[in-house]
């Protein structure tokens, strides 16, 4: 079946580290998005990449970065920068102007 | 991006319609109405968009007002399956980014 795969569902980081969530999809799409969500609010958008080897900042981009270096993937690394990392973490792909589809999501815990 | 305005809350109960409201008073004339829903702990799932005429699908209908400043999700019969965050989001003809609100959680009583 065709989907999004996100993995690992749960992940655990020590403060300091680097970290990296992959996102693949085999549904041909090609726009890729990464976003984050907290307890009780809505997803806000990381980065994006509506083609192969380009990507744009989303509204949260500060202390994450990415690589699209095929169509299929899409990682996401949560840098030590990043000051508050533990959230839940949705992919998405999509057809240029069409609905979105996302993964399961990764949870992050800082130990 | 234009902003939407939904209730924090709503609730049901269980094989009645449910109507799901958006106030979107700063819509443009070339964006698009989205609603997703979200289970707990899952991704957003797509249910259905407009632009300018109501629209019906497997899952729901969408009533979009004659001014576009506000719509309307329906659920014809609620089911416990139902139970989610509704997001109402407007989206550009050409763009592909989306604005998440906090949606409304909708609560269906057996």
């Not at chain 1, 300091?16 to 609010?41: F, I, K």
């Amino acid at each position: 079946d065709g989907g999004i795969t996100q993995s690992p569902k749960y992940l655990f980081r020590k403060e300091g580290q680097n970290v990296t969530l992959s996102c693949e999809q085999n549904l041909n799409h090609d726009a890729m998005y990464w976003y984050r969500q907290d307890p009780g609010q809505g997803l806000r958008l990381i980065y994006y990449s509506q083609i192969v080897n380009d990507f744009q900042k989303g509204d949260i981009a500060e202390g994450y970065s990415v690589s699209r270096e095929k169509k299929e993937s899409f990682p996401l690394t949560v840098t030590s920068a990043q000051k508050n990392p533990t959230a839940f973490y949705l992919c998405a792909s999509s057809l240029p102007s069409q609905p979105q589809h996302f993964g399961d999501g990764t949870r992050l815990s800082i130990l | 991006d234009a902003k939407t305005t939904q209730p924090n809350s709503m609730e049901s109960n269980e094989e009645e319609p449910v109507h799901l409201p958006c106030n979107h008073s700063t819509i443009s004339g070339t964006d698009y109405i989205h609603w997703y829903r979200q289970l707990p702990s899952q991704g957003p799932e797509y249910v259905i968009h407009g632009l300018t005429s109501n629209v019906n699908n497997r899952m729901a209908s969408l009533a979009i007002a004659e001014d576009r400043k506000s719509s309307t999700l329906i659920l014809h019969r609620a089911t416990l399956r139902d139970a989610a965050v509704y997001y109402c989001i407007l989206r550009e003809t050409s763009g592909s980014r989306l604005t998440f609100g906090e949606g409304t959680q909708l609560t269906v009583n057996p």
